[in-house]
C-alpha cells in the first residue's frame, strides 16, 4: 500500500516558520490532509485538500503539493503549535490508507 | 455529533485472537456515507492504517495483515468490531476506531479514545 515518509523531528524557534513534510508515492495523486496530534486529544485536522484549512485553524497553517511531497507550513510558530503532526492519505490504488510517521514538532 | 469507543481485552496471548469493538453512538453504522475505520499505533510508534468497512462495500484490509483481519459490523448492537487472529508482541498496541466521510476521503471526522491491548503471555 506504500506508506508516506515523515522527518520523525523538527524544532522552529518561536515566531519563526517551519515546513513539515510527507512523502510518497501516492500523493502525485491523491492529496494529503494533516492532523495536529498532542498527547490525550484527538487528533485535529488542519489542512486537507489543495491547502484548505477547516474553520478554527490558524491561517498561519498553511499547506502545499509537489509532485510526490506533500508540505505543512507554520509561519510565525506558538507555543501551543508544540505537538505531532502527521499526513494522512490514499494510496496508489485509491482504495486503501497510508499514514505518515509522524513529525514531532518541538518550538524552542 | 458521533462518539466512538473501543472495548476489548487489554491483554492478549500469543497466538491467541485479539478482538475489540467500537461502540458507536450518536451516529448510525447504517448510515450511508461513511468508512468506519480501524487504525493502530505501536509504542512510541507512528499510526497504521489497519483497514474499514462502509455500509454498502468493503471491507478493505492493509495488505500485510489480509490473512489475520477480520472488520465486521454488528447494525443492530451499533458496533464496529476487529478480530486480528494468531497475534505476536507485533500486534502491541494502542487501536482505534475511526468515521472517514466517503465525501470528503482521507478526513476523519470522529475518533476513538483508543485502547491498549498488550500481546504478552
Known amino acids: 500500500s506504500s506508506e508516506l515518509t515523515q522527518d520523525p523531528s523538527v524544532s522552529v524557534a518561536l515566531g519563526q516558520t517551519v515546513r513539515i513534510t510527507c512523502r510518497g508515492d501516492s500523493l502525485t495523486s491523491y492529496y494529503a490532509t494533516w492532523y495536529q496530534w498532542k498527547p490525550g486529544r484527538a487528533p485535529v485536522l488542519v489542512i486537507f485538500g489543495k491547502g484548505s484549512r477547516p474553520s478554527g485553524i490558524p491561517d498561519r497553517f498553511s499547506g502545499s503539493s509537489t509532485g510526490n511531497t506533500a508540505s505543512l507550513t507554520i509561519s510565525g510558530a506558538q507555543a501551543e503549535d508544540e505537538a505531532d503532526y502527521f499526513c494522512y492519505s490514499r494510496d496508489t490504488s485509491g482504495d486503501l490508507r497510508v499514514f505518515g510517521g509522524g513529525t514531532k514538532l518541538t518550538v524552542l | 455529533q458521533v462518539l466512538l469507543q473501543e472495548s476489548g481485552p487489554r491483554l492478549v496471548k500469543p497466538s491467541q485472537t485479539l478482538s475489540l469493538t467500537c461502540n458507536v453512538s450518536?451516529?448510525?453504522?447504517?448510515?450511508?456515507?461513511?468508512?468506519w475505520m480501524w487504525i493502530r499505533q505501536h509504542p512510541g510508534k507512528g499510526l497504521e492504517w489497519l483497514g474499514y468497512i462502509y455500509y454498502s462495500g468493503g471491507p478493505y484490509y492493509r495488505p500485510s495483515l489480509e490473512s489475520r483481519i477480520t472488520i465486521s459490523t454488528d447494525m443492530s448492537r451499533s458496533q464496529l468490531s476487529l478480530h486480528l487472529t494468531s497475534v505476536t508482541a507485533a500486534d502491541t498496541g494502542i487501536y482505534y476506531c475511526?468515521?472517514?466521510?466517503?465525501?470528503?476521503?482521507?478526513?476523519?471526522?470522529?475518533w476513538g479514545q483508543g485502547t491498549l491491548v498488550t500481546v504478552s503471555s
Open positions: 450518536g451516529g448510525s453504522l447504517s448510515s450511508g456515507g461513511y468508512y
Open positions: 475511526a468515521r472517514e466521510s466517503i465525501a470528503a476521503p482521507a478526513m476523519f471526522d470522529s
